[in-house]
């Protein structure tokens, strides 16, 4: 059996042709990332339609990273220290083209670290990151994809929190109808005994993966597999139908070897 993940984006070229371009992973029973996939291995529906595949290739594509550590005084009790010296290690198990951003989670939002292929910042803002304040988590989120999604290729947030959120504004509802209308995969990772509902949802609707760490020294192993999960990728492509309605479009990939499990975002917006 393997698993399957991904993710979407619709980019309107200058010909007027829309090409829907979808990053899949797959991975073995293990955890590993699986090589060797053709085109031919591959199906794509858009909305239950078969689709035609017209662009397509594997390898490790440039990737942009944006990592949230809830630094709210709860997570304090649970074992900050544990928490910053997992990120460092696995910041620095990135390629080295790799951009990654580090966000700070508290009574506000802070980006700590911007964007940038440069390990020493994110580093220095680790040094620096002391619990303060409470945790807004579904209002963060937000922020911290709005952060993210501007860059340029595979996207992807990594959110590290004991799950509990505390006086946002924005609902849970709300916070999922607007994560699956972005081109950003969401790993929420809860540190705790508990885990909000919500955290898998994020993880579903937008083709990443949720985990649960029971205690900050199982959060190593969970980031080791995140990173292995965004370490080597497909690339798909194809042109959706002709005309038709805007709005929501279902994806739905498949592929064409026996016990395959898909996990997938569930699709795009069409302008």
Known sequence: MYSLEIRSASRQFTSGVDLVEVYATVS?????????????????????????????????????????????????????????????????????ADQAMLVGIGSETEVLAPLSADRGLAMAALDRL??????PLYDATLSAVDSIEAASGRRALILISDGTDRYSQTKSADLLDRVRRKDVLIYPVAVGRTRDAVFAEMATVTGGRSFQAATVSALPTALSSIAGELRFQY?????????????????????NRPDIRVRAREGYVHP
């Not at 002391?130 to 945790?135: E, K, Y």
């Not at 690339?235 to 592929?255: E, K, N």
């Open 28 to 96: 073995d029973l293990r955890g590993e990332p699986v090589a060797g996939l053709t085109r031919d291995d591959f199906f794509v529906e858009e909305d239950g339609r078969r689709q035609d595949i017209r662009t397509f290739s594997a390898g490790e594509f440039p990737l942009a990273l944006a990592v949230g550590i809830d630094r709210s005084f709860s997570m304090a009790r649970v074992g900050f220290p544990g928490i910053t010296r997992a990120v460092r290690s696995f910041l620095n198990a990135l390629r080295p």
């Open 130 to 135: 002391d619990p303060w304040g409470t945790t």
């Open 235 to 255: 690339l798909l492509g194809y042109a959706p139908p002709a005309g038709g309605r805007p709005g929501w479009r279902s994806i739905q990939v498949r592929v």
